[in-house]
């Protein structure tokens, strides 16, 4: 059992730190960036967001609302990039094996109509992981509603689709 004393000096300075405790997690919501973090997330600068949402998770408490909005932008940051894990030189590897030749300019038109999905990712170009298998898909169908280059199935010659 605690004896008077003890609890007379034991209470008070629990209640100094919950009160500290408050007074920084207020400080630390008003210092918080939300549409800055939004802007990296859509310009793909996720080195600085992934950053930046380890320190705002740093300062809060766990299950708070300002730890889970920062752990969920890390998240789709992370995801992003699992969906956009492929780099320019595999890509044109993957192309080159399952269509053969085909050109520079097909390719941008494929990247321009987004049946090549590719975001700039810290500063690199990365595609989407089944960009390749999605051009071929679409170029074996035909590729019309995109109005793009295409091949025909067996990869033999090339032409314009209407």
Same mark, same amino acid.
């Given at each position: 059992?605690? =004896?008077? &004393?003890?609890?007379?000096?034991?209470?008070?300075?629990?209640?100094?730190?919950?009160?500290?405790?408050?007074? &920084?997690?207020?400080? %630390?919501?008003?210092?918080?960036?939300?549409?800055?973090?939004?802007?990296?997330?859509? &310009? +793909?600068?996720?080195?600085?967001?992934?950053?930046?949402?380890?320190?705002?998770? =740093?300062?809060?408490?766990?299950? $708070?609302? /300002?730890?889970?909005?920062? =752990?969920?932008?890390?998240?789709?940051?992370? $995801?992003?990039?699992?969906?956009?894990?492929?780099? /320019?030189?595999?890509?044109?590897?993957?192309?080159? !094996?399952?269509? +053969?030749?085909?050109?520079?300019?097909?390719?941008? $038109?494929?990247?321009?109509? +987004?049946?090549?999905?590719?975001?700039?990712?810290?500063? !690199?170009?990365?595609?989407?992981? %089944?960009?390749?298998? =999605?051009? %071929?898909?679409?170029?074996?169908?035909?590729?019309? !509603?995109?109005?793009?280059?295409?091949? %025909?199935?067996?990869?033999?010659?090339?032409?314009?689709?209407?």
């Amino acid at each position: 059992m605690l =004896d008077l &004393t003890t609890f007379l000096i034991v209470i008070p300075i629990v209640l100094l730190m919950a009160i500290l405790v408050v007074i &920084t997690n207020k400080k %630390n919501k008003k210092k918080i960036k939300w549409k800055q973090a939004d802007i990296w997330l859509e &310009t +793909g600068d996720f080195i600085k967001l992934k950053k930046w949402a380890r320190e705002v998770k =740093d300062k809060n408490v766990p299950a $708070s609302k /300002e730890w889970k909005k920062a =752990d969920s932008l890390e998240q789709k940051a992370k $995801s992003i990039e699992q969906d956009f894990s492929l780099m /320019e030189d595999v890509v044109v590897g993957q192309l080159k !094996e399952k269509m +053969g030749q085909y050109s520079q300019s097909e390719r941008y $038109s494929w990247e321009k109509n +987004g049946l090549l999905p590719y975001k700039v990712i810290d500063g !690199e170009k990365r595609y989407f992981k %089944n960009g390749v298998s =999605d051009v %071929n898909m679409s170029l074996l169908k035909g590729g019309k !509603e995109l109005g793009v280059l295409s091949k %025909n199935p067996m990869g033999h010659g090339k032409g314009m689709v209407s």
